[in-house]
């Protein structure tokens, strides 16, 4: 190592185990370079006020010092409706290059936290509501940053899956959802070896995450094996002494008394040296992982076009009577102020400051249909204020009767959607449902376009209205990407990676925000998401994985060959049958028929998304292993496989799934007696 811990006085040592500022490390008396960090995970966030910044110099340009704005990428719960890890990876080193060029060594992102409340106001910063897919979209992003030779932060750790009340709750989980569904996606993220990982603010099981030894110390540590920095959440260290007991290496931010603390827990011997200086070389490795020389490679205006990029891969359309859409031409009404000034993501830490202004959504759709389409547009309601639409709505209902097609543009915003806080209800706010409802009277073509972080309910309206887009908060580029849409210059590809319920009774936390008093009992157990809608049999508004297309795909000649112990190759061809070119997700799901366990009926547990040219066939192979297959038992303390069968459902979405097979499995190890 390049750092020597030795040439540290203890003092410099137990500095190093608090930030020296808001976002950067301490020097230990200008010892050594101070690592900078900034938000994450929707684009860079800070780029300023970081004191004795490095001079930069950006490779691409040549340009020194730049001041470079960054750009505003898709929020991860959009990005995640691709279900493209390539795609993810390239979104992410672009968030890396604007990292570079500002001087930044460490992205605090990816968050890779379960959405168990379609509440939680933070789910527009998280991937999905399954941890298989939660997981490889969140080792994607990893590898995309640290390609670059960035670092990055996986974040919260864990359980933290609400806003309400975060720095007080308790959530109070048994074992095997603890595994399963809450630790599993920081498990299959941990592959791509996150530079740090940053504990949430949270009690799990009554213990705060910071100073939660069994979860950072043994699981996370020791069973996973990351050999990393962990740092807190900004201000979730509450005794600096048992954190650093915990293995938790780095307090952040700065705070004097944590220091402090620190000193009195060495002096009354509750921390030994050896103790602090295993946390203070955790920091002196972050150094060397993330002081080095970095080029970005992507220029302004390409990251721009990623950002553009990635939200075409990832807006879903839920609904599309009589194919309405892709739009082809007539007289054409855009209506909402989103659709000149989309909101790019919630609020909060992860908010990108850009000023990028993007051309207003009529702009964009007379571009691509050219004299085929007269475009007008009607304001809604006042940005902010979403409480009164009065005196712009007779304009909106008079233009819709007067247009061929009206594109309405609703949703939620960064006031309604942020950390530190939950949604209070799954509805649009009224003065959108109204909105939609008396356009609708005026309109048998009405399009909705929805701009929001996390699931709607829809139930007011959906049945009057022809299409529904779900743009999600997607972004600087998420109109042009929209309008790309729209009009069929591009054939929507995204599906979404979280269920969509009737409404908010129906979801696996009931209308409940945060827990009862202080604690937070996760009683619907490893029924999370679609697998709780499955057991309950529930009907929902739009499940786990649905999104429409322009072509039109059918699912054939599935075949499971075993490859090993537990281990088979699942393929199966998709067929085009439309005359568009077109991408389809299909997703692979395995059903353990008789468990001695309770199981959810079927869990993702592979997925592919293959383009497919208009009448051509594609063969598509998915491989499942040992753990497609296993539940975590906590009477023999790990992942284990029953002996028996199995069924592997392959199709379009969570409940669109033609094809099935079933497997017998008899040669998993370790086999105990069974009920039956
Ligand atoms: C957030 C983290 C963020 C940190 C630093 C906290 O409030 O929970 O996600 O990385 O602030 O800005």
Not at 32 to 46: F, N, Q, T, W
Not at 322 to 338: C, H, M, Q, R, S
Not at 426 to 438: G, H, K, T
């Amino acid at each position: 190592m390049k750092y020597d811990i030795k040439t540290l006085t203890l003092e410099e040592k137990l500095s190093l185990l608090v930030g020296g500022g808001n976002m950067h490390t301490s020097d230990a008396n200008a010892k050594l370079p101070v690592v900078y960090v900034a938000d994450g995970p929707l684009g860079l966030r800070s780029h300023q006020n970081y004191p004795n910044r490095p001079r930069i110099v950006n490779m691409a340009t040549g340009i020194e010092n730049p001041f470079v704005e960054p750009t505003a990428m898709p929020a991860l719960h959009v990005l995640c409706n691709s279900w493209d890890p390539e795609l993810v990876a390239r979104n992410a080193s672009s968030i890396a290059d604007d990292c570079i060029d500002n001087g930044v060594d460490v992205l605090l992102a990816p968050g890779v936290n379960i959405k168990r409340s379609p509440l939680c106001g933070r789910n527009f910063e998280y991937f999905s509501e399954d941890p298989y897919l939660a997981g490889t979209m969140a080792k994607a992003y990893i590898e995309g940053v640290q390609g670059t030779g960035l670092g990055t932060s996986l974040k919260h750790f864990c359980a933290n899956n609400s806003e309400y009340d975060r720095n007080a709750i308790s959530s109070e989980i048994d074992e095997r959802t603890l595994r399963e569904i809450y630790l599993a996606p920081f498990e299959i993220a941990l592959q791509a070896k996150p530079t740090t990982v940053m504990c949430s603010y949270n009690l799990i099981n009554g213990v705060y995450a910071s100073e939660n030894g069994y979860l950072l110390s043994e699981i996370l540590r020791g069973e996973f094996g990351f050999d990393g920095l962990i740092v807190s959440d900004w201000g979730a260290t509450h005794n600096a002494v048992r954190a650093a007991q915990a293995t938790l290496d780095l307090t952040m931010p700065y705070a004097p008394e944590h220091i402090e603390a620190l000193r009195a827990g060495y002096e009354n011997g509750e921390l030994t040296e050896a103790q602090i200086d295993e946390r203070a070389g955790k920091v002196l490795g972050l150094i060397e992982k993330t002081k080095i020389e970095r080029r970005a490679t992507t220029t302004k205006p390409e990251r721009h076009d990623i950002a553009v990029k990635a939200a075409k891969e990832s807006i879903v359309l839920l609904k599309n009577e009589e194919n309405i859409l892709p739009l082809t031409g007539g007289k054409l009404l855009v209506a909402g102020l989103f659709g000149k000034l989309p909101p790019y993501g919630g609020g909060g830490s992860s908010k990108v400051p850009t000023s990028y202004q993007p051309a207003p959504l009529t702009e964009l759709l007379s571009a691509r249909l050219g004299e085929r389409a007269e475009l007008s547009y009607a304001l809604a309601h006042d940005y902010g204020a979403l409480g009164s639409s009065t005196q712009y709505a007779t304009k909106v209902y008079q233009k819709a009767y007067g247009a061929d097609v009206t594109l309405l543009c609703v949703g939620t915003n960064p006031q309604l959607e942020f950390e530190g806080g939950d949604r209070e209800h799954l509805r649009l706010p009224q003065v959108y449902e109204d909105m939609i409802l008396r356009t609708a009277k005026a309109t048998e073509n009405l399009v909705v376009i929805v701009y929001a972080g996390s699931a709607i309910d829809m139930s007011a309206w959906i049945d009057k209205v022809k299409a529904v887009v779900f743009v999600g908060f997607a972004g600087e580029g998420g109109n042009e990407a929209l309008a790309d849409i729209l009009t069929g210059a591009a054939c929507p590809c995204g599906k979404l990676s979280e269920t969509f319920p009737l409404c908010l009774e129906d979801a696996p936390t009931g209308t409940k925000r945060g827990g009862n008093g202080f604690v937070d009992r996760y009683t619907e157990g490893v029924f999370v998401g679609y697998r709780w809608y499955d057991e309950t049999e529930k009907e929902v508004l739009f499940p786990f994985g649905h999104g429409l297309s322009y072509a039109k795909f059918e699912y054939s000649d599935l075949t499971v060959t075993k490859t090993g112990v537990a281990e088979y190759e699942v393929s199966y061809t998709v067929k085009n049958l439309s005359a568009v070119d077109g991408k389809e997700i299909s997703q692979v799901y395995v059903r353990d028929v008789f468990a001695a366990v309770s199981r959810p009926k079927k869990e993702l547990k592979g997925y592919s998304k293959d383009l497919i040219k208009a009448g051509e066939s594609k063969r598509i192979t998915v491989k499942l292993d040992y753990r497609s297959f296993a539940y975590y038992s906590t009477a023999l303390k790990k992942w284990h496989v029953e002996n028996g069968e199995f069924e592997i459902l392959v199709g379009a979405s969570s409940q669109d799934l033609p094809l099935k097979a079933k497997i017998l499995i008899d040669d998993a190890p370790d086999q105990y007696s069974k009920p039956y």
